[in-house]
């Protein structure tokens, strides 16, 4: 049915410097857009006249301002998960740590069943519990929305079964729900 129609924009917000050392984001960290990240904001198309939303972190915040959307709604659900341990360091410096054991935890966290995550950080079901009801809520229309990798790569792994993907900031996935089921129709690098 048309009226039952959902166009979904999700936007991975603009590089930021701990992008560029990448590194794994504390909760609290909260690193404004680099002078590159400002400008390619700025150059994303997306549909003016759709209803936004972007994740509470002021990196995504200042990514929907930048592409035009300074009144998207604040949703708790876009947030990036929470990495616990992970949190502050590079994949060479978790392994030098921890040996093995952070593929162990990254790999529980992109599982929507696993009880597992990184210790003090989310779980999968946790986290991809909360991406589920934020998308099931979603009204008919258009919509973008400023998030991060990991509810973006959660939405593509809840929607269309998308296991893996290269989503570099600045990325767009663009996907369709109609009549209970969802397609991806584009996934654009930054440009």
Do not use: C, K
């Not at 609290?28 to 994740?55: K, Y």
């Not at 909360?130 to 959660?154: K, M, S, Y």
């Not at 570099?168 to 996907?175: I, K, R, S, W």
Request: charged share 15%; hydrophobic share 40%; glycine share 10%.
């Amino acid at each position: 049915m048309p009226g039952d129609t959902l166009t979904l924009h999700l936007i991975r917000h603009a590089p930021t410097l701990p992008n560029a050392q990448r590194r794994y984001p504390h909760p609290h960290e909260d690193a404004p857009l680099t002078p590159g990240g400002a400008e390619l904001a700025r150059r994303l198309d997306l549909p003016r006249g759709a209803l936004a939303f972007t994740s509470p972190l002021g990196r995504a915040r200042q990514t929907a301002r930048l592409a035009g959307f300074p009144d998207a709604l604040p949703q708790p659900a876009l947030a990036e998960a929470s990495f616990g341990v992970m949190a502050g360091h590079t994949w060479t410096e978790l392994e030098a740590a921890h040996g093995e054991a952070p593929r162990t935890w990254i790999d529980a966290l992109s599982d929507p069943h696993s009880p597992h995550g990184p210790p003090g950080g989310d779980t999968g079901h946790s986290f991809h519990v909360r991406v589920q009801a934020w998308l099931d809520a979603l009204p008919a229309g258009e919509v973008v929305a400023f998030t991060h990798a990991g509810p973006l790569l959660a939405a593509l792994r809840l929607t269309v079964g998308l296991s893996a993907a290269a989503t570099p900031p600045g990325t767009v996935a663009t996907l369709r729900r109609e009549g209970g089921h969802w397609w991806l129709t584009a996934l654009r690098p930054p440009t």
